[in-house]
């Protein structure tokens, strides 16, 4: 019983606040899954260029298994995450999510460093052209998760601020999960994968 006039209290104090924030709830519940919804659409984008940049590779670089192998896991690792809406409700989900595209990211770059050591990949045209889809994928992703880190940071400060907190807790919001960075100054920053200029030579001693 007095659970049920705990809640019912705090309903009638949620309602008779202006700016309980119900309404702001719902835009921003739907920017936090248009922009989730993004991030997953370049990530796939991503995993879909896998195969076909590791099959040119390996018309050149034949010894280079071990590479061809941690890319081929790390994308069966990414492949076995159900990246559903629900994930980012899921912390613990949301980590693992996090954790196997990072090591997809670290795979793709070993794969990339290979062709310092093959000019001739370097100068394939199916090479060159794999290579700057990947560079703008890896753009298209940190622009994409620039947004959804926004938008979940807008929605979060919603979830604990006063008076809108008392909608969340009647209404079940909940603090969604969030990519992390190292370094925060690196967030605008993609990947560097081009090998189209070579390294400047050290001075002379």
């Not at 796939?44 to 260029?49: N, P, S, T, V």
């Not at 990246?83 to 613990?92: G, H, K, Q, R, V």
Request: proline letters at 4%.
């Amino acid at each position: 019983m007095r659970n049920w006039l705990t809640s019912l209290l705090l309903i009638l104090t949620a309602l008779s606040l202006s700016g309980c924030g119900y309404n702001t709830f719902q835009t921003q519940d739907e920017q936090v899954k248009a922009s989730w919804a993004e991030v997953l659409n370049q990530y796939q984008r991503r995993a879909d260029l896998v195969p076909n940049l590791v099959n040119v590779v390996k018309g050149y670089a034949t010894h280079e298994k071990d590479v061809f192998i941690q890319v081929a896991e790390a994308r069966a690792s990414v492949g076995k995450i159900q990246a559903t809406p629900e994930l980012i409700n899921d912390p613990a989900a949301f980590a693992k999510f996090q954790a196997a595209q990072r090591d997809m990211s670290g795979a793709l770059s070993r794969l990339m460093l290979v062709a310092e050591n093959y000019p001739q990949l370097k100068a394939d045209g199916v090479f060159r052209d794999l290579q700057a889809q990947l560079e703008g994928t890896e753009n298209r992703i940190t622009v994409a998760r620039k947004r959804f880190i926004d938008a979940v940071q807008s929605y979060n400060g919603t979830v604990r601020q006063f008076p809108s907190n008392l909608t969340a807790m009647v209404m079940g919001y909940k603090v969604k999960a969030s990519f992390t960075v190292d370094n925060e100054k690196e967030i605008s920053k993609a990947p560097k994968v081009d090998f189209g200029s070579q390294p400047t030579p050290a001075p002379a001693q």
